[in-house]
Each structure stands twice: as C-alpha cells, then as structure tokens.
C-alpha cells in the first residue's frame, strides 16, 4: 500500500493549485481517502474525505476550507484530488493523503495509512 501526495509548489495569494492523491498497490475506489496539512509550529488539520464509491464517493469538506476546496477522483487512474482555490499565505503547509484502511469506508474516514506529503507555499 503507497500513496503519494504530489502537485505542490510556490503559488501567489489568490491562485489555485490541484494536488494529486496517487494510489499504488490498491484500488483507491473501495477505500476512503483523506487530505490532511500541516504548516510549521501547528497541529494537523484535517481538510476533508471523499468515500469509497461503493459509499457514493460522498465528499466532506472542513468548515474551515469549504467554499475554496474540493475533492474528487478519478477512478480510472487510481487518482484522489484537491482542488484549491482562492489561497491565502495561512494555506501555506505540506499537505498529505491517507487512507482509512477500511474496505468500502465512507467519511469521516480513519487514516489508517499515509503518504509523502508535498509541500505547497502560498507567496507574493
């Protein structure tokens, strides 16, 4: 089981970015998965989750990000992303991806497993 967060990078307030979730070793459609970040000095903060499609593939999305994030994937390429629009320098953390281990799980997930994250900076 791998994941690996990847598409970070420097990026001006006000753009967007979209960070790929790639599933290696499993089917990413039967699992949910998880964004989570973590800037300097702070705590991880959950981001969202979208289920397993066997569950829908319902997504849910943290207050405190709603309205500028959206998650999605493609099932076709083993592939989960996030979508982030509208970036403030307070965006500015590594983010991750993770799995609840959980066959056909559904949001709120349970990280069970989780990736390298990347980093996204968030500067003028």
């Known amino acids: 089981v791998q994941l690996q967060a990847s598409g970070g990078g420097l990026v001006q307030p006000g753009g967007s970015l979209t960070l790929s979730c790639a599933a290696s070793g499993f089917t990413s459609a039967y699992y949910a998965i998880a964004w989570f970040r973590q800037a300097p000095g702070k705590e991880r903060e959950g981001l969202g989750c979208i289920s397993g499609s066997e569950n829908d593939g319902s997504t849910y999305v943290a207050g405190s990000v709603k309205g500028r994030f959206t998650i999605s994937r493609d099932n076709s390429k083993n592939l989960v992303y996030l979508q982030m629009n509208s970036l403030k320098p307070e965006d500015t953390a590594i983010y991750y991806c993770?799995?609840?281990?959980?066959?056909?799980?559904?949001?709120?997930?349970?990280?069970?497993?989780w990736g390298q994250g990347t980093l996204v900076t968030v500067s003028s």
């Open positions: 993770a799995r609840d281990n959980r066959v056909g799980s559904s949001c709120p997930a349970s990280p069970g497993s």
